[in-house]
């Protein structure tokens, strides 16, 4: 997901300079991400069954893969607009569900080890623009675009076989309650 997500900021600089990317594409393209990011998250909140789902984890591992791929596939702004944005969404999608698994299988362990899911993050965003400082003065942004799809699928690999939370067991009582109860959330945010 660290690789997936954030190699575009390293790549970047190479799309502006070999591919013509202007600084506003660039930033439509950065957004369209952000956007995906958020609906992603968004969809693991509503939609708790989306967390626990192991098709939907590898599905995402599968989607971040094919988007980075694809991205040297075409020199169509819109294009990299959908495969970033369907990037975003798969990326928040693999970290709620390694989260969500991380936490609930580390529950009676020592309050530290949680961090290895953030830790992951960060390791995928430094693996990233290692791969394409390394990249970036013997090749282009092509090369990078496919180096960083590699890279993903390798570090897919470690987490195909995560196992998400399994789906809590309640009370028949329980059951009639409403989904998630995200509008107290939000509206702290509204009326503050």
């Not at 969404?89 to 698994?101: C, D, R």
């Not at 020592?110 to 961090?115: A, D, K, N, R």
């Amino acid at each position: 997901m660290g690789v997936g997500r954030f190699v575009y900021t390293a790549i970047l600089p190479l799309m502006h300079a070999q591919a013509g990317l202007s600084a506003a594409a660039g930033a439509n393209v950065a957004t369209a991400n952000y956007v995906g990011y958020l609906v992603g998250a968004l969809a693991g909140i509503l939609a708790p069954a989306l967390v626990r789902s192991r098709a939907v984890l590898r599905g995402s591992l599968l989607a971040l893969v094919v988007t980075l791929a694809a991205m040297p596939l075409g020199e169509s702004v819109a294009g990299w607009l959908v495969l970033r944005l369907v990037a975003g969404v798969a990326s928040a999608l693999v970290f709620v569900v390694a989260v969500s698994s991380l936490l609930h299988h580390l529950r009676d362990r020592p309050p530290h080890l949680p961090g290895w899911a953030f830790g992951g993050v960060g390791g995928g965003i430094a693996l990233s623009g290692l791969l394409v400082l390394a990249l970036r003065s013997v090749t282009d942004w092509r090369a990078a675009w496919w180096a960083s799809a590699a890279l993903t699928a390798v570090l897919a690999c470690a987490a195909w076989n995560l196992r998400p939370e399994s789906a809590p067991e309640t009370p028949a009582a329980a059951v009639a309650e409403p989904g998630p109860r995200t509008h107290r959330w939000f509206g702290a945010l509204f009326v503050s």
